[in-house]
């Protein structure tokens, strides 16, 4: 059963990339992958923010593996970004290679902590 609950969110996680990446390239251009960049740091906050949640209000096994695993493991890409990242080297892009990288890491982790806060305050408003 988890494993249908595992792909379930794995379908939804990525349609839902496929459609905020498709926006971002829209809204922000195409010169920097901002498709990747924005899917990526919104799963960091999603991840911290609901894991924060979920320890204040507990799901089920199940729900856990639909959501981080299926969900936002589908919607979040480390491959897409290497793959990019390496495009942007090759391609003598030296410098947005490297503000690809960091900015994916220092943001990523920046709202990987805010998801964790803003999930504490929430289940502090809720409880």
Known sequence: M???????????????RYIISGWSYRLLGEG?????FVVNVL????????????????ISPYMRGLIFIGGLGAFTTF?????????????????????????MDLFGILLGFLGII???MAASVIS
């Open 118 to 120: 803003l999930g504490r």
């Open 43 to 58: 799963g960091s906050f999603l991840i911290g923010f609901l894991w924060q949640l979920f320890e204040y209000f507990p």
């Open 32 to 36: 920097f992958p901002w498709g990747t």
């Open 79 to 103: 491959s897409t970004f290497a793959f990019e990242s390496i495009n942007l080297f090759r391609d003598g892009e030296l410098i947005l290679g490297f503000a690809n990288v960091l900015l």
């Open 2 to 16: 988890q494993y249908l609950f595992i792909a379930v969110g794995g379908a939804a996680g990525a349609v839902l």
